[in-house]
């Protein structure tokens, strides 16, 4: 059974940081691709951050460049998102996934149904 498990979620002050971790149990962690997403009130879910099965390449949204780091720890089973310098618009519901098997991470890494496995999710909560 795949699980995946946030934590770190919590409430900061503009200008804070935080840091996510997700802990993957159940399959191989090091054999697939991680991302986070994050879904605000009355929103769709939205990509954040990606990271292919090394480490070695990451990706970003826009929105958060510059601001948010993704790594992962493979003899941990453990990715990480790093948030700096948050904002009031960062406040969302955070969640980590594993990819699909066949995942292409240069073409899929933002898409949704690129993940398979999906955690509970942690609030983040940033106020202004």
């Known amino acids: 059974q795949v699980q995946l498990v946030e934590s770190g979620g919590g409430l900061v002050q503009a200008g804070g940081s935080l840091r996510l971790s997700c802990v993957v149990s159940g399959r191989a962690f090091s054999n697939y691709a991680m991302g986070w997403f994050r879904q605000a009130p009355g929103k769709e879910r939205e990509f954040v951050a990606a990271i292919n099965r090394s480490g070695g390449s990451t990706y970003y949204a826009e929105s958060v460049k510059g601001r948010f780091t993704c790594s992962r720890d493979n003899a941990k089973n453990t990715v990480y998102l790093q948030m700096n310098s948050l904002k009031p618009e960062d406040t969302a519901v955070y969640y980590c996934?594993?990819?699909?098997?066949?995942?292409?991470?240069?073409?899929?890494?933002?898409?949704?149904?690129?993940?398979?496995?999906w955690g509970q999710g942690t609030q983040v909560t940033v106020s202004s």
């Open positions: 996934a594993s990819s699909s098997p066949g995942f292409r991470f240069y073409s899929d890494y933002s898409r949704i149904r690129g993940y398979d496995y």
